[in-house]
Each structure stands twice: as structure tokens, then as C-alpha cells.
């Protein structure tokens, strides 16, 4: 019996429990969307190629499944680009299937065909982010290719990869034993651990240590290591920093719970991490922003400060700081076996109760000094007032998806998340756009959970278009449009440094501007609101959260910068030697 190599394809898929795909059609792809129209696949259309990818990135998140992309070649690929570099960055699994070119047409530049530096070179293109790029040059080739790329996309450091493959060969009759091998494959690799030894040494380190200090990164979440590393700082009562991907594997409610590092950390949180005398990094790259741009008089000072480093990815260990012990492990293995270990070593938990009531402390401090603004009344809203009321709304096991500007910074900083792995932020590639399809993504791999995207206006108008998926969809998201009528975090660098904000606040006729987004939604379908008063705000999420259906609130705010003590050496950089601060005056 013979198939076309798509419908294989697509048995393939649902064999390896693949149950929604995102994409775009294209006249390169439509075999295989043919082949899904039978499938128990569900097939996520969308109307941009950047929302699918980044569709897929949500719900990769939130299903801790890979994502899977359908594209078209050309403008197609290039269109999902910015949301599969996204995801390669936050090291998210992906697997992106494309149309290419047909193979008897190499080098006649047909149709849509990318062949400026050599022929048929379209997946030439994501070859600097993603971590590897296939093009199929025969049919019998797929099914190792594929099976390939999931154990790729999803083993070691996580990430995305690309399969181009020509259209002529997804149209191609093969028969149905094609992919019989590597179904027997297994779906799911062991993943390495760490020997007794090196645990031994690592947590007599650690209890010997004066002021020892844990950084966790999204390394934690994508390991599903988050229990292991409650119950291991629990026991050695070790205070837990961490970085904006890894906000959330500690709830920020936990008494060890420092917060968040870098820029937008607290002078609190920043010096806990530069006076430890030992840190124990888990899964985290050490970014620039969350390390103060690695200049020691601010967050971390390694040395004299020694390191701890457990990564899934070699090229992490020593690259911004040096290590004393660095090790190559999973860590949701490395944990299960530290914990046991801490436990022969330390049969009793350490309380540590004087700096559970200090770090309590600097956290009622906090909350303090931001108490005026939660309350506010004031119209534009205070974006203080606006995260209050969001997290007074929703149920601690909420998703929340931010984009980039206020909703990212400040939900950071100020935004308690209880629950791992519920907040779904662009970190490594920060990039404008993700929030609102992300949310998508999200909602659909839990139906049962409700989702909110706080997204800027700047962020929001880049993919409306994730509207319409989301009513095909019947997809429940709520959309939060913190608009303050420009790239406000922009504007006020601008304002600060420069004097001016040229280029970065919207304006019509010499007048402040913005689309009313809450009417834009209603032409797709979506039952909207735009909030006319701080008081109108709450009660109109709670109906938009209860209300079972895509909703969009669009809220005017004050373009106001999140308050920060920290440290990022691009003012050094705009204002040298002038000591210039973030906000401007």
C-alpha cells in the first residue's frame, strides 16, 4: 500500500503524541494540511507565520511538549523567523516543518525561492539560531530526519530546529512501512545525572559555606525541576535568587524567596548575591541585565565570591564567571540525587529562621514603598495599580504571558507568580510581540487554566491578527493592553539620556495617539472594553476572566519607568561619565 510521504508524515506525528500544530498555509505545504484535515492533529491557523511560531512557543511553555510550526518557504520561513529565534534563545523545544522549493527546480529560482549565495538555500537562513537545519533531498530521507529533529529539539539544551522539505517530495507516493523504523525508536532519551561524589562535595560546600546563596534560571522550568528545588533549599535553608526566566521556580510567596537580580532588582536582592561567599547556579546563562552587566560593585562579584555552575549546556559553565565546580547534568537528576545526598549529610532541615524573617522583612519593605501606587486612583492608570488588580483577579495557578517594556520589567520585579512555570516571558531575544500570541499558545495547551497577556500597546499592535486564531480557537484568552501611547520604556531612555523622544511616543496632528484597540477586537469578534477610570478596571477583568470567551481590555496608562536601584551599563554607554539614571525628568 502507498501514501504520499505528508499523509506519513502526519501518521508519524500523531504516533509521537503530537496533537496541535501552528501555522500558515502556503502553496508548498498544502499536501501535508490535506493529509491533517483527517487527522486528530489540530491544526491552529493563524493569519502571520510570526504568531505561529511564537503560538508554538506558548504552548511548549505550558504543555512542556514540543512545538511544532507548519510554514511556507520564503516569506514565509522569514516571517516565523523572529518567533522561532525567540524561542531558541529561552531554549524552548520546536520542531518547524517548511515547504520548500521543488528538488527539479534547484538553481531556476522558481517561485518564492531564497537562492542569493547558493541554490535551494532557504534553511540556510535560520542556521545562526536554531540547532540544526535539514533539507530533505529525498523521501526515504524524512523519516530519520524527523525522528532526528524531535530527539534534537528536545534533548540537551532545549531548543528549535528546521526541516525544509521540498514540495514535490511531501507529494510524493511511498509506502506505508516508511516510517516504520523509527517509530520503534524510543520517544525519550535518559537524561545524565550526577554522581555521589560530586553531590557530597557540592552540599558539604554548601553547608560549610558563610552566606551561600542559590541563582536559578529557566533552566529549572524547562527541567521540571522546580519541586526538587524547593525541597533542597527547604532542607538547607538557602536563600533563592533568580533570574527573569527563572522567576517562578521558587513562589515569590516562599520564605527564601529573594526575587529577582540585576536592573530591575532590589539594592536588597542585588547585595545578598554580591556578599555570598558561595553561589550555586542552576540552569541559568547569566544575562546581561540580570547581572548588572557583570560589574562586580553590583550583583554578583565572582570572585572573590566562588561558583557553583549546573547546566544542561557545557558552553554555559565559566563563560561569564569562573567556576570552581562545574558540572553537566540535568537538573531535575542533578537535584533528585543532591537532595538525597543532603539528607545523609543533614538528617535535620536547617531553618535558618533569622533570615527567613529578614528576607520577610525587606519583602513587607517592598511592598510598602510601591503601596501608594497599587492604590492609586489616578487616570491613566498607575501601572502599579494595574498589576495589583491583575493579581488580585486571577487564581494563584494562572498563566500570564508578558511582552516587553512595563508588563515585562514590572511584572519581574513586583508580579508574585506561584505557581512554576506560569509566567511565559520573551527573555533572551526580548522580543516586542510575543506576549499576545504566546497567550494563545498557552490556552490551548490548558483549556483548564485561565491565561492573561499583559501586553504594551507597542507589543499588542505588532500581532492583532492573534485575534482571529483566537476566536477560530475558542480560546478564552484575556488580553490586558497596558497603553501608554508609545514604547514607553524607550521614550523615557530617550527622555533621560538624549532630551528628546523622537520616534518613540505615537502622536497625530501634534497630538498623543492610539489605536482603541477594544474596537479593533470587536471587529474580529472579541468582546472588548476600553477602561475609563482606575476603578472601572478590576470588576471588568473579573468579568472578562469569567466570561468563558476571548476578551480584550484596553487600558490607558501613565508612561511611567519602573523604579529600579539596579544597574545596566547602557547609561554609561548613552551618558559616560555623567551618571545619568533610567527616568527621565
Known sequence: MTQTVAQLLVEYLEARGVDHIFGLCGHTNIAVLAALEKSSIRFVNT?????????????????????????????????????????????????????????????????QEVNMHADASQFEIYRPFVKRAWRVERPDHLPEIVDKAFHLAESGRPGPVLISVPMDIFSAEARSTLFDRVKANASAYQKPSIDDTTART??????????????????????????????????????????????????????????????????????SCRNADYVLALGTRFCEADCSSWEGEYTFNMP????????????????????????????????TVLNRVARELLPQPRGNES????????????????????????????????????RAVLPRD???????????????????????????????????????????????????????????????????????????????????????????????????????TFGTVFRHNDQPYSPNFAAVAKAYGVDSVRIESADQFKPALEHAVSCGKPYLLDVIMENAPVPTAGHWNIMDIYSPGRKVSHVST
Open 47 to 111: 493569519r502571520h507565520e510570526q504568531i505561529a511560531a511564537h503560538a508554538a512557543d506558548g504552548y511548549a511553555r505550558a504543555s512542556r511538549k514540543t512545538g511544532v510550526v507548519l510554514s511556507h518557504l520564503g516569506p514565509g520561513l522569514t516571517n516565523a523567523a523572529t518567533g522561532v529565534a525567540n524561542a531558541a534563545l529561552d531554549s524552548i523545544p520546536m520542531v518547524v516543518i517548511a515547504g520548500d522549493v521543488p528538488s527539479h527546480y534547484y538553481g531556476k529560482h522558481p517561485h
Open 202 to 271: 557540592i552540599v558539604k560546600t554548601l553547608l560549610s559555606a558563610r552566606k551561600p546563596v542559590m541563582y536559578v534560571g529557566g533552566g529549572i522550568l524547562l527541567a521540571d525541576a522546580a519541586q526538587e528545588l524547593r525541597d533542597f533549599a527547604d532542607h538547607l535553608g538557602i536563600p533563592v535568587a533568580h533570574s527573569l526566566m527563572g522567576k517562578g521556580a521558587l513562589p515569590d510567596d516562599h520564605p527564601l524567596t529573594l526575587g529577582m537580580t540585576g536592573f530591575w532588582g532590589t539594592k536588597y536582592i542585588n547585595d
Open 304 to 335: 572573590p565570591t566562588k561558583l557553583i555552575h549546573i547546566d544542561i549546556d557545557p558552553s554555559e559553565l565559566g563563560r561569564n564567571y569562573p567556576v570552581e565546580i562545574g558540572v553537566i547534568a540535568d537538573l531535575k537528576q542533578a537535584l
Open 355 to 390: 533570615l527567613r524573617q529578614e528576607i520577610a522583612a525587606n519583602r513587607k519593605q517592598f511592598k510598602s514603598s510601591n503601596a501608594a501606587a497599587e492604590a492609586s486612583a489616578q487616570f491613566p492608570m498607575r501601572p502599579e495599580r494595574i498589576l495589583a488588580d491583575v
Open 398 to 500: 494562572a498563566f500570564i504571558t508578558t511582552d516587553v517594556g512595563w508588563n515585562k520589567n514590572g511584572v519581574g520585579q513586583q508580579f508574585p507568580i506561584y505557581e512554576p512555570g506560569t509566567i511565559l516571558t520573551p527573555g533572551g531575544y526580548a522580543t516586542m510581540g510575543f506576549g499576545a500570541p504566546a497567550a494563545l499558545g498557552a490556552k490551548i495547551a490548558r483549556p483548564d487554566r485561565v491565561v492573561v497577556s499583559l501586553v504594551g500597546d507597542g507589543g499588542f499592535g505588532q500581532n492583532p491578527a492573534v485575534l482571529a486564531s483566537a476566536v477560530e480557537q475558542n480560546a478564552a484568552v484575556v488580553w490586558v493592553v497596558m497603553n501608554n501611547l508609545a514604547f514607553g520604556t524607550i521614550a523615557g531612555l530617550e527622555k533621560a539620556h538624549f532630551g528628546t
